[in-house]
């Protein structure tokens, strides 16, 4: 099995700035795609940010300009850099990762993470 935790949540101002962390552990031979994801009470998912194994990255555009996405494969981890946030960054924040379990697995799986709480107070 494979496990995703995201970190890093928490309440900031407008203005202010996060990290989050997510980290990807468990039964990994290889991760392609990773992202992030949130979801505002009332709202669908989002896509937020998704970066390629060969470090591609697409940004939404009521985000672009201020978060950035990373990722470390040494530590099956990815990143996301939220500056001058805003109220309406207000959501849970779901990673994602595109997982090959084995050298034998024929797909890549997908994993989620159970979430982290962003609030950003104005």
């Known amino acids: 099995q494979v496990q995703l935790v995201e970190s890093g949540g928490g309440l900031v101002q407008a203005g202010g700035s996060l990290r989050l962390s997510c980290a990807a552990s468990g039964s990994i031979f290889s991760i392609n795609a990773m992202g992030w994801y949130r979801q505002a009470p009332g709202k669908q998912r989002e896509l937020v940010a998704t970066?390629?194994?060969?470090?591609?990255?697409k940004v939404a555009d009521a985000v672009k300009g201020r978060f950035a996405i990373s990722r470390d494969d040494a530590k099956n981890t990815v990143y996301l850099q939220m500056s001058s946030l805003k109220p309406e960054d207000t959501a849970v924040y779901h990673c994602n990762a595109a997982v090959r379990a084995t050298s034998s697995s024929r797909y890549y799986a997908d994993y989620w993470g159970q979430g982290t709480q962003v609030t950003v107070s104005s």
């Open positions: 970066i390629s194994t060969g470090g591609s990255t």
